[in-house]
């Protein structure tokens, strides 16, 4: 069975930076494809960015290019988002997931929600103007 826990939310400024984390235990992760997504009320969830645990192929929602960095720590099992000069609009609650299959199939098959089997609870990120 997959685990994945986020942790690292709260409330901070627009301008500020948060550093969300997603450590995952159980099966193994190798060749898997991690991924960031989030949800605001009333609006149906959406990609942020997605790592490759191998290789750290990486990939960004436009919204989030050139703020948030993705990486990963394979010796802790953690995933990590740095979210930098944040505003209003990235409110929300964000999860991180795993893929359902072990090969890469390309940057935009690996950011649709229906690509990830395991998913963890969230952690909200709020964030005041």
């Known amino acids: 069975q997959v685990q994945l826990v986020e942790s690292g939310g709260g409330l901070v400024q627009a301008g500020g930076s948060l550093r969300l984390s997603c450590t995952a235990s159980?099966?193994?992760?190798?060749?898997?494809?991690m991924g960031w997504f989030r949800q605001a009320p009333g609006k149906e969830r959406e990609f942020v960015a997605h790592i490759t645990w191998s290789g750290g192929i990486t990939y960004y929602a436009d919204s989030v290019k050139g703020r948030f960095t993705i990486s990963r720590d394979t010796a802790k099992n953690t995933v990590y988002l740095q979210m930098n000069n944040l505003k209003p609009e990235d409110t929300a609650v964000y999860s991180c997931?795993?893929?359902?299959?072990?090969?890469?199939?390309?940057?935009?098959?690996?950011?649709?929600?229906?690509?990830?089997?395991?998913w963890g609870q969230g952690t909200q990120v709020t964030v005041s103007s």
């Open positions: 159980g099966r193994s992760f190798s060749n898997y494809v």
């Open positions: 997931a795993r893929s359902s299959s072990a090969y890469y199939l390309g940057s935009v098959p690996a950011a649709r929600p229906q690509s990830y089997s395991y």
